[in-house]
């Protein structure tokens, strides 16, 4: 099994900053990039942005200059710092990660995990 599981979010002011947290666990022999997605009530699941495992990120234009992603190839974490927050980025943040379970042999098999989400709500 694996899981990603995210914390961290919650309610703050807009203008604020607000750190989210996943932590990816289980049988896991390799993971290969580590990304994080929102979804805002009545909008399709957008990405905020997205990490290899060499060290690249990315980011969505919504949020560049805003946010910043850093992740952890030993520790299987991907942070979320995200500053001067707006009342549009209330959304629920999901973890995800292209991960290959130790179960799966094959080196180039990788299977899409989810985490359950955090609810980042920003205050006018």
């Known amino acids: 099994q694996v899981q990603l599981v995210e914390s961290g979010g919650g309610l703050v002011q807009a203008g604020g900053s607000l750190k989210l947290s996943c932590a990816a666990s289980g049988l896991i022999s390799t993971i290969k990039s580590m990304a994080w997605y929102r979804q805002a009530p009545g909008k399709q699941r957008e990405l905020v942005g997205a990490?290899?495992?060499?060290?690249?990120?990315n980011y969505a234009d919504a949020v560049k200059g805003r946010f910043t992603i850093s992740r952890d190839n030993v520790k299987n974490t991907i942070l979320l710092q995200m500053t001067s927050l707006k009342s549009e980025d209330t959304a629920v943040y999901y973890c995800?990660?292209?991960?290959?379970?130790?179960?799966?042999?094959?080196?180039?098999?990788?299977?899409?995990?989810w985490g359950r989400g955090t609810q980042v709500t920003v205050s006018a």
């Open positions: 995800n990660a292209e991960i290959r379970p130790s179960y799966i042999s094959a080196a180039t098999t990788f299977v899409n995990y």
């Open positions: 990490a290899s495992s060499g060290g690249s990120v």
